[in-house]
């Protein structure tokens, strides 16, 4: 099993180039099923859950998937087998992304029903709730959801919290849907956008304003288009976060700054200087890092999946800061971790209190998710000595060549096998 091995301090310097965002090209490799012809998606990320929904697609009978570079071109026929099995779903759960489309496009879906994972619960009740009111037939069947419906139809569809997938599962199944289907309190996220944009493309009828309120009036059928993935907002900040841990000073390239305000306003908060340039982020170190608190909620606010890189942060900042996670129960698994670098962290319910700074030292420590990798790939980068990052498959579902780019920014990391 790969380790990612760091020797730190190291001091962050150069110009990276963001990939495109993981979460916006997985719903919308899943929406390909509801397509006729051929899509060709540029921007993609090479990370592993792209993998993985590519062998999803292929189970599920689209004829030929090719990825090569960052473009990914699906040809052929839409949807032609129902069944998403639970060797590929086990070991991703936006394959859930897929029940939509199947259910919109075949009238019938058997996917195999996402389990908890480490950083909650993660039910998907919402999703089988607003499909029920489209008039799907849905019941839990040996581990798995199976649906029907001869053709759904348009709904006012109100979900109790936001939900990222939830939104973009609905979105998807009410394109090719009977009558207008109107989705209110909707997640806000700008990969929830990007998904209506390339659906739009396709022929779908989709006013997504921004609001929270979606519109979608059903259409008989989509046809292939070319789109541009929008640039991985999280990918971006993991970078500008861990040039401010290192006090270095980085560029980050074809970025989207607009999707990142909150963090934005965060990280200058804390002491480092940001010049924005149209897809450009500059930050350079501004004096002592000083600690700040953050709450994390869904988009626009501060994002739960930059939560444990910002805490690492925030163990090198002067003074005490508080981390409250609001999106997930157990989203907290990197500070056993960190605190076994050296960190000074205590967790009280879904608050965590960081008191800094404290001087890290590398230690062998084990990734918890994708996220929490990230973070201990931050804390390790600052810390004094070698760190190991055991379960270094994690960062790969998420993040592209993650060594090559650091090494590029000057970061002594590397990976090794065994
Ligand atoms: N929830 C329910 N029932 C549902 C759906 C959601 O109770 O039917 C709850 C969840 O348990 C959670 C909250 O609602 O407490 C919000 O969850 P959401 O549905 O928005 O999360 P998701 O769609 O499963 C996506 C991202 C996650 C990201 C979250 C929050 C994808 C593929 N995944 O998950 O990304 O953390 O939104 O922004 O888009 C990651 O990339 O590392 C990652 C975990």
Do not use: W
Request: charged fraction near 25%; aromatic fraction near 4%; glycine fraction near 10%.
């Amino acid at each position: 099993m790969d380790k990612i091995r760091i020797h730190g301090p190291c001091r962050l310097e150069g110009r990276v180039r963001a990939s495109g965002a993981k979460n916006a090209v997985l719903p919308e490799m899943a929406a390909t099923l509801l397509v006729d012809g051929p899509v060709t998606l540029r921007n993609v990320p090479v990370v592993r859950d792209v993998q993985t929904m590519v062998k999803v697609l292929g189970h599920l009978g689209r004829r030929q998937v090719t990825f090569e570079g960052d473009v990914l071109r699906l040809e052929g026929g839409a949807a032609g087998e129902p069944e998403a099995p639970y060797d590929l779903v086990r070991t991703m759960r936006a394959s859930i992304l897929v029940l939509g489309p199947l259910l919109a496009r075949l009238g019938r879906a058997r996917v195999s029903l996402p389990g908890g994972c480490a950083i909650g619960a993660r039910p998907i009740d919402y999703h089988i709730d607003a499909l029920r009111r489209m008039g799907a037939t849905i019941a839990i069947e040996h581990g798995d959801v199976v649906a029907t419906a001869s053709r759904l139809k348009g709904a006012e569809i109100v979900f109790a919290e936001r939900t990222v997938t939830g939104t973009e599962n609905l979105m998807m199944a009410a394109v090719l849907a009977e009558g207008r289907t109107i989705l209110k309190n909707c997640a806000l996220e700008p990969e929830v956008a990007d998904l209506a944009r390339f659906l739009n493309a396709c022929g779908a009828r989709i006013e997504a304003e921004g609001t929270g309120r979606i519109v979608i009036d059903g259409v008989d059928r989509l046809r292939g288009t070319e789109h541009r993935v929008i640039p991985d907002r999280i990918e971006t900040a993991t970078f500008l976060i861990a040039a401010a841990a290192t006090r270095g000073g980085i560029t980050v390239e074809r970025c989207d700054p607009t999707h990142l305000e909150t963090v934005l306003d965060k990280l200058q908060e804390c002491g480092v200087v940001l010049r924005v340039d149209g897809d450009t982020i500059r930050l350079e170190p501004n004096g002592p890092l000083r600690g700040v608190n953050i709450t994390t909620r869904p988009y626009p606010d501060f994002p739960t999946d930059l939560q444990a890189q910002f805490m690492a942060l925030m163990t090198r900042a002067d003074g005490v800061s508080i981390v409250t996670e609001t999106v997930f129960e157990n989203r907290f698994l990197h500070v056993g971790e960190l605190r076994r670098m050296g960190g000074r962290i205590v967790v009280d319910g879904q608050t965590a209190i960081v008191a800094g700074p404290a001087p890290l030292s590398g230690a062998p420590v084990m990734a918890s998710d994708l996220r929490a990798s990230a973070c201990l790939i931050v804390a390790g980068l600052s810390a004094e000595g070698e760190t190991v990052i055991n379960r270094a498959y994690h960062i790969d579902r998420g993040y592209e060549r993650v060594e090559i780019k650091f090494q590029a920014l000057g970061a002594r990391i590397e990976r090794v096998g065994g």
